[in-house]
């Protein structure tokens, strides 16, 4: 099974700070990762596919790059909205598999 | 926004079985596949297990495989989690999600899930 290891597992930014969340998987995942962000009470929300593509409605602040087993999300400049938990997530191959989630905070 | 609606969680003993259900009445053309996500209250998300919708093919995380069943009926567009010898370890709000691009399997659509309590 692929492992996704996520980083960090918590984070502490201001409005307006440039945040990174990173995601290794133990092995290739052919650029299928997806990013999601989730709110308390709330079903997830896809926010990035196929490693760097933006989903529809989600604003251009967020995203994502890398490859091969490398990856990462960008909030070039955070907002209020986006106090929330992030989580990367490999579709390549069954079983799909989730990072272990980052938690953004207010500092 | 297609919106999948889950059914069938509730308060069950360890050692007994329960079914899932998910249904997605308002889809006008196949997805990919379906799946099952879990999460226990207050930590994170686990992908339980998927369906590819055209050929059947069905995945499980190693924490369920021997113990879970997953199933499909196209006619009725739904998704079904049989889920026996249960454990506390269940306990979660289980979540139905599904893909809504032909190209890209990313799971776009979630429903707002069914909570399962393993408990005596």
């Known amino acids: 099974d692929i492992q996704m290891t996520q980083s960090p597992s918590t984070l502490s930014a201001s409005v307006g700070d440039r945040v990174t969340i990173t995601c290794r998987a133990s092995?290739?995942?052919?650029?299928?990762l997806a990013w999601f962000q989730q709110k308390p009470g709330k079903a997830p929300k896809l926010l990035i596919y196929e490693t760097s593509s933006l989903e529809s409605g989600v604003p251009s602040r967020f995203s994502g790059s890398g490859s091969g087993t490398e990856f990462t999300l960008i909030i070039g400049s955070l907002q209020p909205d986006d106090f929330a938990t992030y989580y990367c997530q490999q579709y390549n191959t069954y079983p799909w598999t989730f990072g272990q989630g980052t938690k953004v905070e207010i500092k | 926004e297609v919106h999948l609606v889950e059914s069938g969680g509730g308060l069950v003993q360890p050692g007994r079985s329960l079914t899932l259900s998910c249904t997605a009445p308002a889809i006008t053309f196949e997805p990919n596949a379906m799946h099952w996500v879990r999460q226990v209250p207050g930590k994170g998300l686990e992908w339980v297990s998927g369906?590819?919708?055209?050929?059947?093919?069905?995945g499980y995380a190693d924490s369920v495989r021997g113990r879970f069943t997953l199933s499909r009926d196209i006619a009725k567009k739904s998704l079904y989690l049989q889920m026996n010898s249960l454990r506390a370890e269940d306990t979660a709000l289980y979540y139905c999600?599904?893909?809504?691009?032909?190209?890209?399997?990313?799971?776009?659509?979630w429903g707002q899930g069914t909570l399962v309590t393993v408990s005596s």
């Open positions: 999600a599904k893909d809504t691009k032909i190209s890209d399997w990313a799971l776009r659509s």
């Open positions: 369906i590819t919708w055209s050929n059947g093919e069905i």
């Open positions: 092995q290739s995942i052919n650029n299928w």
